[in-house]
């Protein structure tokens, strides 16, 4: 893909995005879909951008509770808070959801101004900021989410947050029925009966991933 169309590389040229993947020691990744990208545990120095495909942030707890904290697609990143944090150990695990590639970047060098592209590294950390906050945003997202003690309000909570993303009451979720109920920290059973119900009640239309929001 266009590098210049990713969160990282966003404003840069091609031929400045050159420079820097020299800098960044970049490496290119591919990864097949399940397979682990990074595992709770490890430490990583570097960022990950995926290329193509999607990955999906996970956490488990002693008891083997999972919880999706969210998806990474094309053009975004991940692991940049473990990356920028030497030896911190990750808290998440990271996983391909269908055949995916990744660009790796050392994050290190990132905050290191080289003679080469110094010039380019202000742009470099003013965009990885940017990532920070919207990822803060989107934790916050999924905090309200989860805040409602039911079902049906945590799926309409979660449904009405797609619709205003993409500006359209019918739209593709990223997540299988599993995935969904990890995200919402829901009964899966319990989530798809809830599903069937709002479909009955006239609030929604679905196949697969995609739904219909009706108003």
């Known amino acids: 893909m266009n590098l210049s169309n990713t969160q990282l590389f966003q404003g840069l040229q091609e031929q400045e995005i050159t420079l820097l993947l020299d800098c960044l020691n970049a490496v290119k990744r591919s990864y097949k879909k399940g397979e682990t990208i990074l595992s709770e545990g490890n430490i990583t120095e570097n960022i990950g951008i995926v290329l193509s495909g999607m990955v999906i942030i996970s956490c488990n707890d002693i008891w083997g509770n999972n919880s999706v904290l969210g998806n990474v697609s094309t053009g975004s990143v991940f ?108 009964d899966r059973s319990s989530m798809c009966n809830e599903l069937s119900k709002m479909q009955k009640d006239g609030l929604i239309d679905y196949k697969k991933n995609h739904f219909i929001l009706k108003t």
């Open 79 to 186: 692991a940049e808070a473990y990356a920028c944090i030497p030896g911190q150990a990750m808290l998440v695990t990271v996983s391909a959801i269908e055949d995916t590639e990744i660009l790796f970047l050392n994050v290190g060098r990132v905050f290191t101004i080289c003679s080469n592209t110094c010039f380019f590294h202000t742009k470099l950390i003013k965009n990885l900021l940017g990532i920070f906050a919207h990822k803060n945003i989107q934790l916050s997202q999924r905090i309200q989410h989860t805040s409602s003690k039911s079902i049906r309000d945590r799926l309409m909570s979660y449904f009405s947050q797609c619709a205003k993303y993409y500006g359209n009451n019918s739209f593709l979720i990223p997540y299988n029925r599993q995935q969904l109920a990890d995200y919402l920290n829901v």
